[in-house]
């Protein structure tokens, strides 16, 4: 993501009315959404899913409530079930489905769980990342576990260096500083991030790494009161294909060509994954339209912008549909109850040429009006098949 890029989604950010604050899902995604090591976090647009002969809706997902802060005891006791540790894997996939992340805690401090105040969770075809925190808290870890060949390893064997990739840009160097006991008997090292703080890293399979991050005002390899709960936690890591996301919606209409790249979910208790931002498109736009849903809260609402803005009617309700160039966005302030905002690109980005496949969609009205929503109230009836 370049300054352009950083000045384009701040201004789409400003240019609409809090609460809650809102951009592009998929351009989020598309165009750096990680900017790495970690300063920001990830802001979904809203979608709405809304039928135009249907017209039902959708709940956002929740999290846990908050709690203190702070960086857990050594003495912490599981907040997960005690496991019997699987061996870790002979290869990994060098694409992961979105729709069913790679990996999961094994074991995690006493009263931490994955959310907090940092990246949400996110699955996408080159990693999968998992933020640790107390409730809403700060970070206390940053887990992120890539497919094959999504690291390159440079360096001396000894102390390398690795660059790892999300497919949407490096988020730069993480330099092993010290050997770190084995994970699992595959090797592992402490590193010094690029801009802040530091990780453990290890080969998870050959050719595949994981990185556990531990924040810091400092650039460093963790501290070593750090290095044993970081340590534990690694080794608890869980590798495989386990329960897929579940949808509150089905989407219909979409080119056989166009795949999810990656999804924003929640994990409101230990293996109950509901999906949240879905960002999907063409090989050439990968995050070419954005999806996502949450409820209206007091004072929310869509901002008219004159020469860019118009209304339009979804769900029944009166909604702004914006036109920023390349980029268009339908917005419904309270449809049924609902904060609707879809983002959808024109033009693959950089370029002139329309996304593929996009031409006879119907723009991010007409896609909007294509997806069906399930019971609200009954996670049981949400489906693990969103793009039918």
Same mark, same amino acid.
């Given at each position: 993501?370049?300054?352009?890029?950083?000045?384009?989604?701040l201004?789409?950010?400003?240019?609409?009315?809090? /609460?809650?604050?809102?951009?592009?899902v998929?351009?989020?995604?598309?165009?750096g959404r990680?900017?790495k090591?970690?300063?920001?976090?990830?802001i979904?647009?809203?979608?709405?899913?809304?039928?135009?002969?249907?017209?039902?809706?959708?709940?956002?997902?929740?999290?846990?409530?908050?709690?203190?802060?702070?960086?857990?005891?050594?003495a912490?006791?599981?907040?997960?079930?005690?496991?019997?540790?699987?061996?870790? +894997?002979?290869?990994?996939?060098?694409?992961?489905?979105?729709?069913? +992340?790679?990996?999961?805690?094994?074991?995690?401090?006493?009263?931490?769980?994955?959310?907090?105040?940092?990246?949400?969770?996110?699955?996408?075809?080159?990693?999968?990342?998992?933020?640790?925190?107390?409730?809403?808290?700060?970070?206390?870890?940053?887990?992120?576990? !890539?497919?094959?060949?999504?690291?390159?390893?440079?360096?001396?064997?000894?102390?390398?260096?690795?660059?790892?990739?999300?497919?949407d840009?490096?988020?730069?160097?993480?330099?092993?500083?010290s050997?770190?006991p084995?994970?699992?008997?595959?090797?592992?090292?402490?590193?010094a991030?690029?801009?802040?703080?530091?990780?453990?890293?290890?080969?998870?399979?050959?050719?595949? @790494?994981?990185?556990?991050?531990?924040?810091?005002?400092?650039?460093?390899? +963790?501290?070593?009161?750090?290095?044993p709960?970081?340590?534990?936690?690694?080794?608890?890591?869980?590798?495989?294909?386990?329960?897929?996301?579940?949808?509150?919606? @089905?989407?219909?209409?979409?080119?056989?060509?166009?795949?999810?790249?990656?999804?924003?979910?929640?994990?409101?208790?230990?293996?109950?994954?509901?999906?949240?931002?879905l960002?999907?498109?063409?090989?050439?736009?990968?995050?070419?339209?954005?999806?996502?849903?949450?409820?209206?809260?007091?004072?929310?609402?869509?901002k008219f912008?004159?020469?860019?803005?118009? !209304?339009?009617?979804?769900?029944?309700?009166?909604?702004?549909?914006?036109?920023?160039?390349?980029?268009?966005?339908?917005?419904?302030?309270?449809?049924?109850? !609902?904060?609707?905002?879809?983002?959808l690109d024109?033009?693959? /980005?950089?370029t002139s040429?329309?996304? +593929?496949g996009?031409?006879?969609?119907?723009?991010?009205?007409?896609i909007?009006?294509?997806?069906?929503?399930?019971?609200?109230?009954?996670?049981?009836?949400?489906?693990?098949?969103?793009?039918?």
């Amino acid at each position: 993501m370049d300054e352009t890029d950083v000045q384009t989604m701040l201004q789409r950010l400003a240019d609409t009315a809090a /609460p809650p604050a809102r951009i592009d899902v998929g351009r989020a995604v598309s165009e750096g959404r990680r900017g790495k090591r970690r300063r920001q976090t990830r802001i979904g647009g809203s979608v709405l899913a809304a039928g135009a002969a249907a017209g039902v809706v959708v709940a956002l997902l929740a999290v846990p409530g908050p709690r203190a802060a702070g960086v857990p005891p050594a003495a912490s006791t599981t907040a997960r079930p005690a496991h019997t540790l699987a061996p870790m +894997p002979a290869s990994a996939p060098v694409r992961f489905d979105p729709l069913v +992340p790679y990996v999961s805690f094994g074991w995690l401090p006493s009263g931490y769980a994955v959310g907090g105040d940092g990246p949400q969770p996110t699955t996408t075809t080159r990693d999968v990342e998992l933020s640790v925190a107390m409730g809403t808290g700060p970070n206390w870890a940053d887990l992120d576990v !890539y497919s094959r060949g999504s690291c390159k390893r440079s360096g001396p064997a000894s102390l390398p260096v690795l660059n790892c990739s999300n497919g949407d840009g490096t988020p730069g160097p993480l330099k092993a500083v010290s050997v770190a006991p084995d994970v699992n008997g595959r090797p592992a090292f402490w590193g010094a991030d690029y801009v802040e703080g530091g990780s453990l890293f290890w080969e998870y399979a050959p050719g595949a @790494w994981a990185t556990l991050y531990a924040p810091s005002r400092a650039q460093g390899a +963790p501290a070593s009161s750090e290095r044993p709960l970081l340590s534990r936690v690694a080794a608890n890591v869980r590798y495989g294909q386990g329960a897929p996301l579940r949808f509150p919606y @089905w989407l219909t209409g979409i080119p056989a060509d166009w795949a999810v790249s990656s999804v924003i979910f929640t994990e409101p208790s230990p293996g109950v994954l509901l999906a949240g931002a879905l960002a999907m498109g063409p090989a050439a736009d990968l995050g070419a339209l954005g999806l996502d849903i949450q409820p209206t809260t007091p004072g929310g609402a869509c901002k008219f912008i004159a020469g860019q803005s118009s !209304y339009v009617t979804l769900d029944g309700v009166r909604a702004v549909f914006r036109v920023d160039g390349e980029w268009e966005s339908v917005c419904a302030a309270d449809a049924r109850g !609902y904060l609707v905002d879809n983002g959808l690109d024109t033009d693959v /980005p950089n370029t002139s040429t329309p996304v +593929p496949g996009e031409a006879g969609l119907g723009g991010v009205v007409g896609i909007s009006r294509g997806i069906h929503l399930v019971d609200v109230g009954n996670p049981a009836t949400w489906t693990t098949d969103p793009i039918r």
